[in-house]
């Protein structure tokens, strides 16, 4: 069963892997922008330098680091909600999803291994943006804990999969998803802590706020990464990640299999 299962991710991930670097121009061009939102999230810190901020105390002030950290690993977030339901409307207009549904593989199967290279490709991004954030701006995460961020970024990664996988099961049903990505994403983003802390909204909103996954998540990584945090001081967050990815992923699998078997009922899986 899992070498089976292991078979089919690396088929789709290898596929997805030749796609990306066959078109090199925007390879190279997703590569390369990260430089450039990396200078400036460096200048907008620069406009704060020197403000003192309660907020931003416990990220030693430096707004730069803590912005650069929360929008680059958001990506994870932007890159789950898209990547399932981008799968199905390919798919779809292909008209490759009634030979996909009619495979021996169950459909959740398939939808999970071709989200892989996403999820592989959000990895080397955020990981350049840490590079180029030091080499050139001077982000200082000397005492990062690699463990503890490693941890934090496979649990985000399990939470926020779980959360594309229930949006792709809207995405079946009723062929389009992108609203709902762009409501998750623009609610998560504003009240998970991206580009300033959760502490400044107000307190009915900063309760909401911790049924985020991403405020835990990026709460964690900064931690992780800026204070040297390790993983028995992030248990909380941890915890609260790992208890998001038991109840959602679930959830995502059971909603994808009333789709697929609401769309089967009805008859219209080579519609687009």
């Known amino acids: 069963?899992?070498?089976?299962?292991?078979?089919?991710?690396?088929?789709?991930?290898?596929?997805?892997?030749?796609?990306?670097?066959?078109?090199?121009?925007?390879?190279?061009?997703?590569?390369?922008?990260?430089?450039?939102w990396a200078a400036i999230f460096y200048y907008v810190g620069d406009?704060?330098?020197g403000v003192s901020a309660a907020a931003l105390r416990p990220y030693k002030g430096n707004y730069f680091a803590f912005l650069l950290?929360?929008?680059?690993?958001?990506?994870?977030?932007?890159?789950?909600?898209?990547?399932?339901?981008?799968?199905?409307?390919?798919?779809?207009?292909?008209?490759?999803?009634?030979?996909?549904?009619?495979?021996?593989?169950r459909y959740s199967t398939l939808l999970i291994s071709s989200s892989l290279w996403p999820s592989l490709f959000t990895s080397l991004r955020f990981?350049?943006?840490?590079?180029?954030?030091?080499?050139?701006?001077?982000?200082?995460?000397?005492?990062?804990?690699?463990?503890?961020?490693?941890?934090?970024?496979?649990?985000?990664?399990?939470?926020?999969?779980?959360?594309?996988?229930?949006?792709?099961?809207?995405?079946?049903?009723?062929?389009?998803?992108?609203?709902?990505?762009?409501?998750i994403g623009g609610v998560f983003s504003f009240l998970g802590?991206?580009?300033f802390p959760s502490e400044v909204l107000p307190p009915w909103l900063v309760r909401i706020s911790s049924y985020i996954p991403l405020t835990h998540s990026l709460t964690a990584m900064r931690r992780a990464l800026l204070d040297g945090?390790?993983?028995?001081?992030l248990l909380p967050e941890i915890g609260a990640l790992a208890l998001f990815a038991v109840v959602f992923i679930p959830i995502g699998l059971y909603l994808v299999h009333l789709a697929v078997r609401r769309i089967k009922t009805v008859g219209n899986v080579s519609h687009y």
């Not at 945090?229 to 001081?233: A, I, K, R, W």
Request: charged share 10%; net charge positive; aromatic share 12%.
């Open 193 to 195: 802590g991206v580009a």
């Open 47 to 49: 406009v704060f330098k």
């Open 1 to 36: 069963m899992i070498r089976h299962w292991m078979r089919i991710a690396w088929a789709f991930t290898k596929r997805d892997f030749l796609l990306t670097i066959s078109y090199k121009a925007l390879f190279l061009s997703q590569i390369s922008a990260v430089i450039f």
């Open 69 to 105: 950290i929360g929008v680059a690993f958001t990506d994870y977030l932007t890159v789950s909600l898209a990547s399932f339901t981008n799968s199905i409307q390919e798919s779809q207009l292909m008209g490759t999803l009634e030979i996909l549904l009619l495979s021996p593989c």
């Open 127 to 183: 990981l350049l943006y840490l590079l180029f954030g030091t080499l050139i701006f001077g982000l200082d995460i000397g005492n990062a804990n690699p463990l503890a961020a490693v941890v934090i970024m496979l649990l985000s990664i399990l939470c926020f999969s779980s959360i594309g996988i229930m949006v792709s099961s809207v995405t079946l049903v009723f062929k389009r998803g992108v609203p709902v990505n762009y409501l």
């Open 229 to 233: 945090y390790g993983v028995t001081q």
